[in-house]
């Protein structure tokens, strides 16, 4: 089965210092998305992503977050000055489409440590 | 705002049958979904309810009830690698994320 790739799978930075999470979505893939999951708790979406723009946002999702894709394969999440509580997994997803059950393809995760 | 509930824990033994249960309330419904995430690992897909009724699909069943705003997954031939934390997340109507819940994080015993 096609899956959904991320880099790095741990990243540790000191508060204030800018990060890059990288994803790869599977190929034939439209629709690209965020989320995270703080330790202990619920998965929370952050962001979707589609034809270049963003479609959707969360409260979460202020202006120290932005995304990109950059070329035809990579989708990155930008979190521009890391605060303590940015300390999560990051997960990015992707869909063939939005109807009905297409079902989101989640990537590993990229553990990120706010220091 | 947007509520869904699911237990916390459960417990069960290898072979047995387990019922995890999901309310939730939300603004609006466009589908639920069942995703499995073992520790430190990415949420993968179990199923997917639109109507109300039963989706079954080898091991693993879910309900939906639109009416009540409940679903379960059943999980039956319980085996060792069925610990996990299984996650309820709507959709809700003219959005495309997910809602999700706390998860419910099974421990198959022996």
């Known amino acids: 089965e096609p899956e959904v790739t991320q880099t790095p799978s741990h990243q540790v930075t000191q508060m204030g210092q800018e990060v890059i999470l990288r994803c790869v979505p599977i190929?034939?893939?439209?629709?690209f998305y965020w989320y995270r999951q703080i330790l202990g708790q619920k998965v929370e979406f952050l962001v979707s992503?589609?034809?270049?723009?963003?479609?959707?946002k969360s409260e979460i999702f202020d202006d120290q977050f932005s995304v990109e894709r950059p070329d035809g394969s990579n989708f990155t999440l930008k979190i521009r000055s890391t605060k303590l509580e940015d300390s999560a997994m990051y997960f990015c997803?992707?869909?063939?489409?939005?109807?009905?059950?297409?079902?989101?393809?989640f990537g590993p995760g990229t553990r990120l440590t706010v220091l | 705002g947007q509520n869904i509930d699911q237990p916390t824990e459960m417990t069960a033994t290898e072979g047995a049958i387990v019922q995890i249960n999901c309310t939730y309330q939300?603004?609006?419904?466009?589908?639920l979904f069942w995703y499995q995430q073992h520790a430190g690992e990415a949420p993968t897909f179990l199923s997917y309810?639109?109507?109300?009724g039963l989706e079954e699909k080898g091991r693993f069943s879910s309900f939906l009830s639109r009416s009540k705003g409940y679903s379960y997954l059943l999980l039956k031939e319980l085996q060792m690698k069925d610990s996990a934390s299984y996650l309820c997340?709507?959709?809700?109507?003219?959005?495309?994320?997910?809602?999700f819940g706390t998860g419910t994080r099974l421990q198959v015993f022996p």
């Open positions: 309810n639109v109507l109300d």
């Open positions: 997803a992707s869909s063939i489409g939005t109807s009905g059950g297409q079902r989101k393809f």
């Open positions: 939300t603004s609006g419904f466009n589908g």
């Open positions: 992503f589609y034809n270049n723009e963003i479609s959707e």
């Open positions: 997340a709507v959709r809700v109507s003219n959005t495309d994320k997910l809602i």
């Open positions: 190929s034939n893939h439209l629709y």
